[in-house]
């Protein structure tokens, strides 16, 4: 076996590129998601806390909390590029939020997600 064809299929059973042509997953996008937008979860957190403080909910939608954020620009890019974020990432922060805020537990309804 030449060098190249060695080189080749170290590279095609590299563990570290094994699997890199499959689709992420929604979770991964959502990990990826949320580092290149860390205020995210702090503006949904502190709308999810008035929402049932001021406002007497005792639930209220993610997705309801995701269009406030579309709306009010409350999260800057740093890009300078209009905020975005895809509707499936709703039901993840909804269930973050739930787990790093326990005084949030029970707020948003949430289903078994279909990758679970």
Same mark, same amino acid.
């Given at each position: 076996?030449?060098? +190249?064809?060695?080189?080749?299929?170290? @590279?095609?059973?590299?563990?570290?590129?094994?699997?890199?042509?499959?689709? /992420?997953?929604? @979770?991964? /996008?959502? +990990?990826?998601?949320?580092?290149?937008?860390?205020?995210?979860?702090?503006?949904?957190?502190?709308?999810?806390?008035?929402? !049932?403080?001021?406002?007497?909910?005792?639930?209220?939608?993610?997705?309801?909390?995701?269009?406030?954020?579309?709306?009010?620009?409350?999260?800057?890019?740093?890009?300078?590029? !209009?905020? /975005?974020?895809?509707?499936?990432?709703?039901?993840?922060?909804?269930?973050?939020?739930?787990? @790093?805020?326990?005084?949030?537990?029970?707020?948003? +309804?949430?289903?078994?997600? !279909?990758?679970?």
């Amino acid at each position: 076996m030449d060098g +190249e064809s060695s080189d080749r299929m170290t @590279q095609e059973h590299d563990p570290m590129t094994l699997f890199d042509h499959l689709p /992420r997953t929604i @979770q991964q /996008r959502f +990990e990826d998601w949320l580092a290149a937008h860390p205020g995210v979860m702090e503006e949904f957190v502190r709308i999810a806390r008035t929402l !049932k403080s001021r406002d007497g909910h005792d639930r209220y939608s993610s997705d309801g909390i995701l269009h406030i954020l579309r709306w009010e620009g409350l999260v800057q890019r740093a890009d300078g590029e !209009k905020f /975005r974020c895809n509707n499936v990432f709703s039901s993840r922060l909804a269930r973050l939020a739930m787990q @790093q805020h326990p005084d949030l537990a029970g707020f948003f +309804e949430t289903r078994s997600l !279909k990758s679970e």
